[in-house]
């Protein structure tokens, strides 16, 4: 996510996302070490990192009940609000965090959570809002079902293998870069680029996902706090989209 930011932040002074620069030009960004340290901070980071995917999924469903589903309405019906609003909130909340866990000011890192926290709780609430109310608890346990079991499965390839995942934040990054080019044609032009774009965005999450997991192996963040951050806005993005398809697998089966 780090290198999405960055890119992000020189476009556009601030999606879950982070001009690309070399990982190795990052000063958060050390000598990978022993995958026998990394496992002993795999606790903290996971819980943490489970902490505020949790916090996340449940202030989607409180605020899709509340007049912020308006709000949120208007900031995503548009693909380039949308884009802006993500940049804003996720982009702009991990940027803060960053800075925050790196300078060791707390309060900080607490209001770029925040900040994020509210960028993901929005859309998510927007989204739900359009389902009845029936339908949002079971959308989210089946959402977190799902994303969960991609989670595991990249965490094994991750772990069990000795690739090296060094370069898939860049990967992450072009993914990203690629669904605001088609979004933004689709925009215009052939809708159907639009679609298209939401997968580049989603295959960008993951990917930066698979970054972050092995980052934890080779403990390549000098804070497991940072790292933990790092995995939660990861893994809402990837949330974030599998829900808008089970709420549309829900909508065929007419539950």
Known sequence: MRVVVSQFTSFNTSHGSKCVTHMSA????????????ATSNLTEITGIASLLVAANILLMLVMSYTPAVALGRVLF?????????????VGGGYWLASRGVENGSMPLAGAGVTLTQLGYGLFGATVLAFASSSL???ALAITTVVTALITAVITVVVFKTDHSFERWQLYS???????????AIGAFAASSLLVVAGVCFFLGFVTDLTYEIWAVKTSAYASPLLNAIGIYVAVMGVFIHVLQWVLRVLEMLDL
Request: glycine share 12%; aromatic share 16%.
């Open 77 to 89: 019906s548009n693909f380039f609000f949308a884009i802006g609003t993500f940049v804003l909130t």
């Open 26 to 37: 990052d000063p958060n960004y050390v000598e990978a070490r022993p995958a026998q340290t």
């Open 136 to 138: 949002r608890v079971p």
């Open 173 to 183: 990054g072009g993914l990203f870069i690629t669904g605001i080019v088609l979004g």
